[in-house]
């Protein structure tokens, strides 16, 4: 009877109009992401191929010879592994306690709100005033001295953030429902955390140590002061010795050094990122992996 | 009589007291003991705050009580810290430099990276979308000293051969270093912020016939607007605290800017540069402690805002 409006299914000339207003700022936002990532990749480029011609086993595996102006980054290379993994040691324990503090313990209140405001602080203090931290309480008041010690307990407090954060997502990821049902079989809250938690979000929690061992590589300013040194022809025999590490080895090649050879700082530069990005890549590659296997 | 009322009586009946429930075996102490310490754990960070603030106010209070003058050091800009007769420590340029980096810094960040928030969180999808989360992901993730060296070797040449400049180590440096820095970071912030705006909001929207563009204007960046704010202020505090690329990029010299391709110096790298050769306890080095305080402080406030503003959100 009735015959179909022929207009009814065109586009008005308003639509078109909004269409088109659409499409612009699409182009705008997009291009406004791709002017904000290709200048990073250029120069990511730049390092990698004016580095690339430095690195070598040679270079990863001997000493800085000749002043530090030739050879290779192997002390900086070994001190970043201990500096690293004694920070690790120190933090993770607590950083992991500290998130199951929040996810299974804490309630709403403003208590808990105090001590997540306390850890956006703690990832939000410039880290110069961390170093100035780690100078008075660790070097001279708890009297470890300049020592991989002091630097670690440095940056084992300043990139704790980065644990309890993630382990805090991974904890609450698991469902509520599996902690009740392990609290009607009569288990306490510590069995069912340790047996029924834990167990679920183990793999959340390594994403975490990972970043926190790439965020640990990459800091210079907290370790300058309290254990990490310019030079030192000796390599680290435990925790009270001084050391070397790859970001402060960096900053001395790019600034203290005269006359060095062009492609040893690039060397220097490329081995950091290689090692940070690396960390990185494995634990989002990590994160992908989970998400897609999680059953509930 | 039935089973049920048979069990019912029967409890009733039974014997058993208030001890019989109790479960002190060796699980119980566990739970008690690890309850404990999941709960020490748990107030570390503030602790550790507490801690910073006591032993950074600690180091350096002698100078703060006994010569501090709180006009000449905010409100000069000479710094003169190692001068045997008569040192200086005024720190007006020193805030100076690091302001003038700081706000060339967002000004270059801000735009672009809520730019870049609104494409990954609204217009890309599937795979692209992924694709770049990744990447602002691990460009978020290069430590500081790695942007200072680049600042320091790629940047000074470009920027000595676009403007015909004797030094390129100079505030426009450390503002485009400090910039592409903190971008990815705000990036991630404002795109969770978007992220959490409900689709229901986008859903009714668009039912009403709104194009994409118009529900971002209209529903999704009003909503999301604390949590933008806020993440801007994260930026700040951030470009705020930098050292190391400030230390390398912005020239180190002691001047309050006159244009963006004078050189400056930053309180984080005032204190980076000199402590080395400050003596442990010495007026120098109390006042190095003390920008450590100001810059703690200064932080705290903005870390504090960033935190109402985002909570303000979840209120209303």
Same mark, same amino acid.
């Given at each position: 009877?009735?015959?179909?409006?022929?207009?009814?299914?065109?586009?008005?000339?308003?639509?078109?109009?909004?269409?088109?207003?659409?499409?612009?700022?699409?182009?705008?936002?997009?291009?406004?992401?791709?002017?904000?990532?290709?200048?990073?990749?250029?120069?990511?480029?730049?390092?990698?191929?004016?580095?690339?011609?430095?690195?070598?086993?040679?270079?990863?595996?001997?000493? %800085?010879?000749?002043?530090?102006?030739?050879?290779?980054?192997?002390?900086?290379?070994?001190?970043?592994?201990?500096?690293?993994?004694?920070?690790?040691?120190?933090?993770? %324990?607590?950083?992991?306690?500290?998130?199951?503090?929040?996810?299974?313990?804490?309630?709403?209140?403003?208590?808990?709100?105090?001590?997540?405001?306390?850890?956006?602080?703690?990832?939000?203090?410039?880290?110069?005033?961390?170093?100035?931290?780690?100078?008075?309480?660790?070097?001279?008041?708890?009297?470890?001295?300049?020592?991989?010690?002091?630097?670690?307990?440095?940056?084992?407090?300043?990139?704790?953030?980065?644990?309890?954060?993630?382990?805090?997502?991974?904890?609450?990821?698991?469902?509520?429902?599996?902690?009740?049902?392990?609290?009607?079989?009569?288990?306490?809250?510590?069995?069912?955390?340790?047996?029924?938690?834990?167990?679920?979000?183990?793999?959340?929690?390594?994403?975490?140590?990972?970043?926190?061992?790439?965020?640990?590589?990459?800091?210079?300013?907290?370790?300058?002061?309290?254990?990490?040194?310019?030079?030192?022809?000796?390599?680290?025999?435990?925790?009270?010795?001084?050391?070397?590490?790859?970001?402060?080895?960096?900053?001395?090649?790019?600034?203290?050094?005269?006359?060095?050879?062009?492609?040893?700082?690039?060397?220097?530069?490329?081995?950091?990122?290689?090692?940070?990005?690396?960390?990185?890549?494995?634990?989002?590659?990590?994160?992908?992996?989970?998400?897609?296997?999680?059953?509930? | 009589?039935?089973?049920?009322?048979?069990?019912?009586? @029967?409890?009733?009946?039974?014997?058993?007291?208030?001890?019989?429930?109790?479960?002190?075996?060796?699980?119980? =102490?566990?739970?008690?003991?690890?309850?404990?310490?999941?709960?020490?754990?748990?107030?570390?960070?503030?602790?550790?705050?507490?801690?910073?603030?006591?032993?950074?106010?600690?180091?350096?209070?002698?100078?703060?009580?006994?010569?501090?003058?709180?006009?000449?050091?905010?409100?000069?800009? =000479?710094?003169?810290?190692?001068?045997?007769?008569?040192?200086?420590?005024?720190?007006?340029? &020193?805030?100076?430099?690091?302001?003038?980096?700081?706000?060339?810094?967002? &000004?270059?960040?801000?735009?672009?990276?809520?730019?870049?928030?609104?494409?990954?969180?609204?217009?890309?999808?599937?795979?692209?979308?992924?694709?770049?989360?990744?990447?602002?992901?691990?460009?978020?993730?290069?430590?500081?000293?790695?942007?200072?060296?680049?600042?320091?070797?790629?940047? @000074?040449?470009?920027?000595?051969?676009?403007?015909?400049?004797?030094?390129?180590?100079?505030?426009? @440096?450390?503002?485009?270093?400090?910039?592409?820095?903190?971008?990815?970071?705000?990036?991630?912030?404002?795109?969770?912020?978007?992220?959490?705006?409900?689709?229901?909001?986008?859903?009714?929207?668009?039912?009403?016939?709104?194009?994409?563009?118009?529900?971002? =204007?209209?529903?999704?960046?009003?909503?999301?607007?604390?949590?933008?704010?806020?993440?801007?202020?994260?930026?700040?505090?951030?470009?705020?605290?930098?050292?190391?690329?400030? &230390?390398?990029?912005?020239?180190?010299?002691? @001047?309050?800017?006159?244009?963006?391709?004078?050189?400056?110096?930053?309180?984080?790298?005032?204190?980076?540069?000199?402590?080395?050769?400050?003596?442990?306890?010495?007026?120098? =080095?109390?006042?190095?402690?003390?920008?450590?305080?100001?810059?703690?402080?200064?932080?705290?406030?903005?870390?504090?805002?960033?935190?109402?503003?985002?909570?303000?959100?979840?209120?209303?």
């Amino acid at each position: 009877m009735a015959t179909a409006n022929p207009t009814m299914f065109q586009a008005s000339d308003l639509n078109q109009h909004n269409q088109r207003v659409q499409q612009r700022y699409r182009l705008l936002f997009g291009l406004m992401t791709l002017l904000l990532i290709t200048p990073v990749l250029l120069i990511l480029g730049t390092l990698v191929v004016k580095g690339g011609a430095a690195i070598s086993w040679e270079f990863l595996l001997t000493a %800085p010879t000749n002043g530090m102006r030739t050879g290779g980054v192997f002390p900086a290379l070994l001190g970043t592994i201990w500096l690293v993994t004694v920070a690790l040691l120190l933090s993770v %324990p607590i950083g992991i306690f500290a998130a199951i503090y929040l996810s299974e313990y804490a309630g709403d209140n403003w208590f808990t709100r105090t001590i997540n405001l306390a850890i956006i602080n703690l990832a939000g203090v410039p880290s110069i005033v961390h170093a100035l931290f780690g100078l008075g309480a660790f070097v001279l008041f708890f009297k470890f001295g300049t020592s991989i010690l002091a630097a670690s307990l440095t940056l084992a407090v300043m990139t704790m953030p980065v644990v309890i954060v993630a382990t805090r997502e991974s904890l609450q990821a698991v469902p509520q429902a599996f902690r009740e049902a392990c609290w009607n079989m009569g288990a306490t809250r510590w069995q069912t955390i340790r047996r029924v938690v834990l167990p679920n979000s183990i793999t959340g929690i390594l994403t975490g140590v990972i970043l926190e061992v790439s965020r640990t590589a990459g800091e210079t300013a907290p370790i300058m002061f309290t254990g990490a040194v310019f030079f030192t022809p000796f390599l680290p025999q435990s925790v009270f010795d001084q050391t070397m590490a790859l970001s402060l080895h960096l900053f001395v090649a790019a600034t203290q050094v005269p006359e060095i050879a062009e492609q040893v700082p690039f060397g220097i530069a490329l081995v950091l990122i290689a090692l940070v990005l690396t960390m990185n890549s494995l634990s989002i590659a990590f994160r992908m992996w989970l998400r897609g296997k999680k059953k509930w | 009589m039935s089973t049920t009322t048979q069990a019912l009586r @029967n409890r009733a009946t039974d014997a058993r007291t208030a001890e019989d429930f109790d479960r002190r075996d060796p699980d119980w =102490y566990v739970d008690k003991l690890l309850a404990g310490i999941v709960f020490v754990c748990g107030i570390s960070a503030i602790l550790f705050v507490l801690g910073i603030f006591f032993f950074v106010t600690k180091e350096g209070i002698g100078f703060v009580f006994e010569k501090m003058d709180f006009r000449e050091f905010f409100l000069t800009p =000479y710094w003169s810290p190692s001068d045997a007769e008569d040192p200086e420590y005024g720190i007006l340029a &020193l805030m100076a430099g690091t302001a003038s980096v700081t706000g060339l810094a967002m &000004l270059v960040a801000v735009p672009f990276s809520l730019g870049a928030a609104i494409f990954i969180a609204e217009f890309a999808s599937g795979k692209t979308r992924e694709a770049l989360k990744v990447l602002v992901e691990l460009l978020a993730a290069i430590p500081s000293v790695v942007w200072g060296f680049i600042g320091l070797v790629i940047m @000074n040449p470009l920027l000595i051969k676009w403007f015909d400049i004797p030094v390129g180590l100079c505030v426009l @440096n450390a503002g485009i270093i400090l910039g592409l820095m903190a971008a990815p970071i705000m990036t991630s912030i404002a795109e969770d912020a978007l992220k959490a705006v409900p689709d229901r909001y986008r859903e009714a929207a668009e039912a009403m016939g709104a194009t994409r563009w118009q529900v971002i =204007y209209k529903v999704v960046l009003p909503a999301a607007k604390n949590g933008l704010l806020g993440g801007v202020l994260l930026g700040v505090g951030r470009g705020f605290g930098e050292t190391m690329a400030v &230390l390398m990029a912005t020239g180190h010299a002691v @001047n309050i800017p006159n244009s963006i391709f004078d050189s400056v110096r930053a309180l984080t790298a005032t204190i980076a540069a000199e402590l080395g050769e400050a003596v442990v306890g010495g007026e120098h =080095y109390q006042v190095l402690f003390t920008i450590g305080i100001f810059l703690f402080l200064v932080t705290f406030i903005i870390n504090l805002s960033a935190d109402l503003i985002v909570r303000g959100i979840r209120k209303g």
